[in-house]
């Protein structure tokens, strides 16, 4: 059995680490790269940064902020935000990301997920999907793209699914019911998409206590589980965490 992944997740603007609800009221939570290190120090497997105004802003990720977060840790780290071609990717996996996140882009041009399978390869891809409920879809949630500011009327397995067969090696789900709420992931969706695809899906959104995190792998068949405000804020240790969820019979590293 594949260990599960718990990925602290950095939402950068204007150069600061960042933290809202449902996405909105976004609140100071830090210095990029003095989280990054010590998530790096403290048992994350994995972490990610999302420049999450880059897209509505028209301009590129932070590459220089990038740099300096990949010279100081030394876990995998994922980077997203204001990619739009081949250029953007190839920038930021030289800058040191081991691999890149794409979101509104993939759905207004769906043909860059091939383009970077092929150029990057699979494993560098990865399609971040927000989603907001909504039963008059299939499976009862919508796709929704610019920072979760823009409805597609496309359902998100329907995508998750296109996301696959395209090359994505990856997809990074987000609740936006659920995020920053503390209420526990959308273990719903989650499994709908992770019983559906063969690539591993990141749950994101809605992480409170370590019960969520227990849930989401047990429940939502999450391949791994992401967070913020409750790493940022010291209400949740990463290695308290994952020795609660090794008790649970769920396989983790230590």
């Given amino acids: 059995m594949l260990a599960k992944r718990i990925i602290p997740c950095l939402d950068i603007k204007n150069g600061r680490t960042v933290k809202g609800i449902n996405f909105l009221s976004l609140a100071d939570a830090g210095d990029p790269v003095e989280n990054a290190v010590r998530y790096s120090q403290s048992g994350a497997d994995e972490l990610v940064f999302l420049d999450i105004t880059a897209t509505v802003e028209n301009r590129e990720t932070l590459s220089q902020l990038v740099e300096r977060i990949a010279e100081s840790i030394n876990i995998p780290f994922t980077v997203g935000g204001g990619i739009k071609s081949e250029a953007d990717a190839y920038k930021l996996l030289s800058s040191g990301a081991d691999k890149i996140s794409i979101n509104s882009m993939a759905v207004r041009k769906p043909d860059i997920i091939s383009t970077f399978a092929e150029r990057f390869g699979s494993q560098c891809v990865v399609t971040a999907v927000d989603v907001r409920r ?8 919508e796709v929704y793209i610019d920072g979760g500011r823009t409805p597609t009327g496309i359902d998100a397995l329907s995508w998750c699914k296109e996301c696959q067969e395209r090359g994505a090696g990856e997809i990074l789900l987000t609740s936006m019911n659920a995020d920053g709420t503390k209420a526990g992931f959308s273990c719903d969706i989650t ?9 591993p899906v990141i749950a994101s959104g809605g992480a ?3 019960e969520h995190f227990s849930d989401v792998f047990t429940f939502g068949f999450a391949d791994a589980a992401l967070a913020a405000s409750v790493f940022h804020y010291h209400e949740i240790d990463i290695i308290e965490l994952k020795r609660y969820l090794q008790k649970q019979g769920i396989a983790v590293r230590l």
């Fill in 134 to 141: 909504n039963e008059s879809f299939p499976s009862s949630y």
């Fill in 191 to 199: 499994k709908k998409v992770s019983t559906n695809l063969s690539i």
């Fill in 208 to 210: 409170g206590t370590m």
